[in-house]
Structure formats: structure tokens, C-alpha cells
């Protein structure tokens, strides 16, 4: 079993940035692909961005391309999401996610799922 724990979520200026961490335990790490997922309120569950395990892949919703960065530190087993240029859409619940292949992580279908952190932009 893998344990994922989102934090850096809070309330931002639109137009600001925020960096989010996840922070993996209880299996290896670094065998794991990993994404981003938010969810505002009355919509559904939206894949943002994933990374392989070896960094080597990413992926990127349209929405986020240009302003979102993810990245991980294998040795520190956590996962990030660098966001910048946030806009009032951007305002959600984000969920950090693991599998054992990056497609499932992908279409929404992860083995693992974190608890979320709060993300709020005001204009």
C-alpha cells in the first residue's frame, strides 16, 4: 500500500503562484507514476498533470499547459506541482495520485489516492 499527503494548498491572488508537494510512503517510491487531479465544487474530477517514474514522461491537461509544472524528487519520495499564473478557475480541491502505469494515472484511474489540499485564487 502507498499513503499520500498533499500540502502548500491555500488562498492566492489570481495572477500568483503556488507550489503543491505530495509526499509518498509505504512502498517504493520511485516505482510509481504519479499526477495531479483537482475538483471544484459541482464538477467533476479533472486529471491536471502526471509524471512517469522516471520523470522521463509528462503529461499536461490543455488547461494548464504553459502555467503548470510538475516534477519529483525520487529521493525525497514526493511529487510537485509548480503553478503559476493562477486564475479563479484554477480555485479547487487538489489530489495528489500514484499507479503502476502512467496511463491509468492518466485517464483517472489510479491505484492511490491522497486526501487533497485546498487551492483558492481570488481575482
Known amino acids: 500500500q502507498v499513503q499520500l499527503v498533499e500540502s502548500g494548498g491555500g488562498l492566492v491572488q489570481a495572477g500568483g503562484s503556488l507550489r503543491l508537494s505530495c509526499a509518498a510512503s509505504?512502498?517504493?517510491?520511485?516505482?510509481?507514476?504519479m499526477g495531479w487531479f483537482h475538483q471544484a465544487p459541482g464538477k467533476e474530477r479533472e486529471i491536471v498533470a502526471a509524471?512517469?517514474?522516471?520523470?522521463?514522461?509528462?503529461y499536461y491537461a490543455d488547461s494548464v499547459k504553459g502555467r503548470f509544472t510538475i516534477s519529483r524528487d525520487n529521493a525525497k519520495n514526493t511529487v510537485y506541482l509548480q503553478m503559476n499564473s493562477l486564475k479563479p478557475e484554477d480555485t479547487a480541491l487538489y489530489y495528489c495520485?500514484?499507479?503502476?502505469?502512467?496511463?491509468?494515472?492518466?485517464?483517472?484511474?489510479?491505484?492511490?489516492w491522497g486526501q487533497g489540499t485546498q487551492v483558492t485564487v481570488s481575482s
Open positions: 495520485a500514484a499507479s503502476s502505469t502512467l496511463h491509468t494515472v492518466v485517464v483517472g484511474r489510479p491505484d492511490y
Open positions: 509505504g512502498r517504493t517510491f520511485s516505482s510509481y507514476h
Open positions: 509524471i512517469s517514474w522516471s520523470s522521463g514522461s509528462t
